[in-house]
């Protein structure tokens, strides 16, 4: 079976020609709900998502599928925030036990003898660098599915492939650095769609405790921090830290669509940061998301400034009581300290990886006990 997604309506999916079984269009995506980071899919009612709308039964619908074609505009390197929405949505069609896949930690497959054929179009003006980033997470996509990577192309004839005009132009070059100014105001953005219950929350919350600290031992001011819901809260500030957690090998589908939205609220040169953690074990899983954030500054004029990635995210709130510079979170204090003093100076920092304070095996564990833990008490099993 043959199934398409797609930003493209159904009448303009049809006028493609495109051949399918199945297709999920911009209808069906529109009226569903962002992923709310809630993993019911896997404890609750495994395989299904407890979220009943268009999308509440993708995980069944992929374990059926054949070959999967994705259909995006390109935006910042990536896919539209109404793809963005159906993949995060697409979980429930892994298992949530680990197994390790190139080296790395992944997700088990749920459904262990079937394979995907996976293709994205990503249509519409484009760089190179961007085509670089989708090449990137679209091979990261196929490990974590288990798929096939069949094909990742950039359509150049718009005349076929024609949806509503949401995401970004070509992008332009951040503007040269003259000089640097010590910020005044500090946007914090928490993009986790658990929001204040997160471990991105408390990543946040960490940073703003420890900012004023440093500004007074470096004899400054300290910025204002700005706690950033929506775009326009953006505009007016010297640099923004972009908070969340890696779903599916990229940025939330909400902070994708804040994003665009944001293209045009930032002045120029405004420096970006990121501050992103996941629950695989390595933290250079997260760092090409980094591009796609490197790749919007492009975009919208603005200073891709570097970030922390932080691996095995599933320790950060059972670790929060300790203490801050003890062994089991040193790595990440260490590394958010390293962010801090990049946006109180105004300088780039890179991509800075949290390594965890534990062995893998150790992180895995613990992790999927975890996960048979919360499906007893809602009388599921994994």
């Not at 404890?43 to 299904?48: A, L």
């Not at 990261?140 to 096939?148: D, H, I, P, T, V």
């Not at 004839?157 to 951040?174: G, L, S």
């Amino acid at each position: 079976m043959r199934t398409i997604i797609c930003d493209l309506t159904h009448a303009q999916l049809a006028a493609t020609g495109m051949r399918h079984d199945v297709a999920l269009c911009r209808e069906e995506l529109a009226a569903a709900r962002d992923c709310t980071g809630c993993f019911g899919c896997w404890v609750r009612t495994p395989g299904s998502c407890v979220i009943r709308d268009s999308l509440g039964d993708l995980g069944v619908l992929l374990a059926r599928t054949d070959e999967l074609l994705l259909v995006s505009r390109m935006t910042f390197g990536w896919v539209s925030p109404l793809v963005k929405r159906a993949l995060d949505r697409s979980i429930g069609y892994l298992h949530p036990n680990f197994r390790i896949a190139d080296g790395q930690l992944h997700h088990r497959m749920r459904y262990a003898d079937h394979e995907l054929a996976l293709s994205f179009h990503l249509y519409g003006p484009s760089t190179g660098a961007e085509h670089a980033c989708a090449r990137t997470i679209a091979a990261a996509n196929a490990l974590n599915l288990g798929a096939r990577l069949a094909s990742v192309r950039f359509p150049a004839d718009e005349k076929n492939v024609d949806a509503e005009k949401d995401a970004p132009a070509v992008a332009a070059p951040a503007p040269p650095e003259h000089g640097r100014a010590l910020p005044r105001r500090v946007a914090l953005v928490n993009a986790s769609p658990r929001g204040d219950r997160s471990a991105t929350a408390h990543l946040l919350a960490d940073l703003a405790e420890a900012l004023p600290v440093y500004a007074r031992r470096a004899d400054v001011a300290a910025p204002e921090l700005v706690r950033a819901t929506a775009p326009t809260e953006l505009a007016g500030c010297d640099a923004v830290v972009l908070g969340y957690p890696l779903y599916v090998d990229a940025l939330p589908s909400g902070l994708v669509d804040l994003l665009v939205c944001a293209r045009d609220e930032l002045a120029a040169g405004t420096r970006v940061y990121a501050l992103a953690n996941m629950g695989f074990y390595e933290p250079e899983q997260i760092v090409p998301s980094f591009s796609v954030i490197e790749n919007f500054c492009a975009a919208a004029g603005a200073r891709w400034s570097g970030g922390v990635a932080v691996g095995a995210g599933g320790m950060v709130l059972p670790v929060a009581q300790t203490p801050r510079m003890g062994m089991m979170r040193r790595s990440v204090s260490e590394a958010i300290d390293q962010l801090i003093m990049a946006v109180l100076a105004g300088t780039d920092t890179g991509a800075i990886e949290a390594r965890p304070p534990v062995p893998r095996f150790a992180y895995k564990l613990a992790a999927e006990a975890r996960w048979r833990r919360l499906a007893r008490e809602h009388g599921a099993a994994i």
